[in-house]
Every structure is written in C-alpha cells, then in structure tokens.
C-alpha cells in the first residue's frame, strides 16, 4: 500500500505561483508513475500532468501546457508540480496519484489506471 501526502496548496493571485509536492510515506514510489489531478467546485476531476517513472517523459493537459511543469527528484522521493502564471479557473482541489507496474518511461493520462492517491491540497486563485 502507498499513502501519498500533498502539499504546498494555498491562496495566490492571478499570475502568481505555486509548487505542489506529493511524497509518500512508509515506502519509495520511484518506480510509480505519477499523475495530478484537479477538481473544482461542481466539476468533474480531470487529468492535469503525468510523468513517467524515470522522470524522462511528461504530459500535460492543454489547459495548463507551458504554465505547470511536472518533475520528480526520486532520490528525495517526492514529485513536483510548478504552477506559474496561474488564472481563477485553475480553483481546485490538487490530487496526486501513483501507478506501479508500468515501463519505466511509460505514464498514464486515465485517472481509472491509477492504484493509489493522496487526500487532496486546495489551490485558490483570486482574480
């Protein structure tokens, strides 16, 4: 079992920024692929960023191509979402997940692919 903790949410203006971390405890996911999520008010969740185990390979949703950058430090075990020049539509509940058993430069963009997710970080953006 993996448990993964976010943090780094909070209140920020328009144009500001943000960085996400999702670790998780008890145990190493280097060998997971990790994706972010979101989810605001009334909406459905949907897919933000993934990255592949070995941290070569990403993909972003077009939303927030060019202004979020996923990453990951597997000797610190922890996956980082930058979030620049943020806008009020980017409101939401941030998730991480993790997904083992994949080709170490594979990721995956279904939020059903993935085994394990954390609690949730609130990002609010004010206009």
């Known amino acids: 079992q993996v448990q993964l903790v976010e943090s780094g949410g909070g209140l920020v203006q328009a144009g500001g920024s943000l960085r996400l971390s999702c670790a998780p405890s008890?145990?190493?996911?280097?060998?997971?692929?990790v994706g972010w999520f979101r989810q605001a008010p009334g909406k459905e969740r949907e897919f933000v960023a993934t990255?592949?185990?070995?941290?070569?390979?990403?993909y972003y949703a077009d939303p927030v191509k060019g202004r979020f950058t996923i990453s990951r430090d597997n000797a610190k075990n922890t996956v980082y979402l930058q979030m620049n020049s943020l806008k009020p539509e980017d409101t939401a509940v941030y998730y991480c997940?993790?997904?083992?058993?994949?080709?170490?430069?594979?990721?995956?963009?279904?939020?059903?692919?993935?085994?394990?997710w954390g609690q949730g970080t609130q990002v609010t953006v004010s206009s």
């Open positions: 008890g145990r190493s996911f280097s060998t997971y692929a």
């Open positions: 990255i592949s185990s070995n941290g070569i390979r990403t």
């Open positions: 997940a993790a997904v083992g058993g994949l080709w170490s430069g594979s990721y995956s963009r279904g939020a059903t692919d993935y085994d394990y």
